[in-house]
């Protein structure tokens, strides 16, 4: 058995692709009343309307009722990931916690693998990461994913447990890279929504995804991460798809302030706060990185689309 906290889009994803290796998995959600939705209707109308919820998905609002020792996938955004490992950490005890959010926390700039290291010390702190959209996986395409775990056994573990007919698990022990390929890859996806959203064409998107891929090299490698890492599904893989796809809800925001659209506050976009925290925690670490800063000020309205372009264009030339 394994049970998936947070019914979003991608946890209810990961909970059908799991369950075609038969066994039980538990789908928790925290409103009673989504719970009820989905055993009613078995499907997730709220999050990911259309694909069925299979029989051997156990839904759930009772957090506490978890086997002991079974695997928990934590499915939640980015920044209230640390809030719900206060509220439930102790509760859940000692058993690996794999993250599956993307994104740096805002006011303690942690990546998730970090934060359930921090904040839920019995646990185990693995992260799930890597170019997927929920609706791919849970109408069954193909999809590659990587599992870090810095225990290289419970990895091992980990990864049988997670493969499925249609999503295959690579294994890392490097957390800090895959968790920080994750979350970059959101705000360059932002940038490149922008670019193309203001008519600039697709050179100019080749142009922010290579010197994007520069700043997350820059910051992740200064992090202790290693580079295969970023050159993998969990940091070239990941840009690839969310800076290329209006799947992508980063790239579609980014797109509706190229275009001077407005965007809904109600979706989950977590580029926008992981634009903010990089760029604070860059410049405590004196690293340069002009396109995340950029974005954050693009997300909080300091700067207008076009703007946000010229003042990454009027930068001093410099080598590659
Ligand atoms: N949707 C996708 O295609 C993919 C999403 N991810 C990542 O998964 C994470 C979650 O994203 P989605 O599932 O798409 O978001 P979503 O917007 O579909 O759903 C978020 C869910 O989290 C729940 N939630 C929020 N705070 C909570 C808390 N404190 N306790 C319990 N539940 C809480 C909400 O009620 C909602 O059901 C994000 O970090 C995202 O980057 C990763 C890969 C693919
Ligand atoms: O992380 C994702 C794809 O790997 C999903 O991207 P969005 O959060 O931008 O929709």
Redesign the pocket.
Known sequence: MIAI?????????LAISLAQNGGDILL????PD?VAEMRNTRQNT???PGPRLPDNILLTDDIGALPADIPALI????Q??R??LD??GATLGARPFVA????IDLETHLG?AETIARHAPDALPAIL??P??????ATGLPTALTLACADDDAGKTLQQSLTTPNLRIYRSTDTTGAELG?ALK?VIAIACGASIGLGLGDSARAALMTRGFAEMQRLALKRGARPETLMGLSGFGDLALTCTSE???NYRHGLALGRGEDVDPM??V?GVATARAVTEWAAELAIDMPICATVADLCAGHLSAAEALQTLLSRPLKEE
Do not use: Y
């Open positions: 906290l947070g019914s979003g889009a991608f946890g209810t994803a928790w959600a925290q409103d989504h709220r999050r990911l499915s939640v955004p980015m209230t990931l809030g719900f509220d439930h599956c959010c993307k994104g998730p990461t890597g997927s959209f929920a609706t791919d996986i994750g959101n799947l992508s809800r979706i989950t977590e």
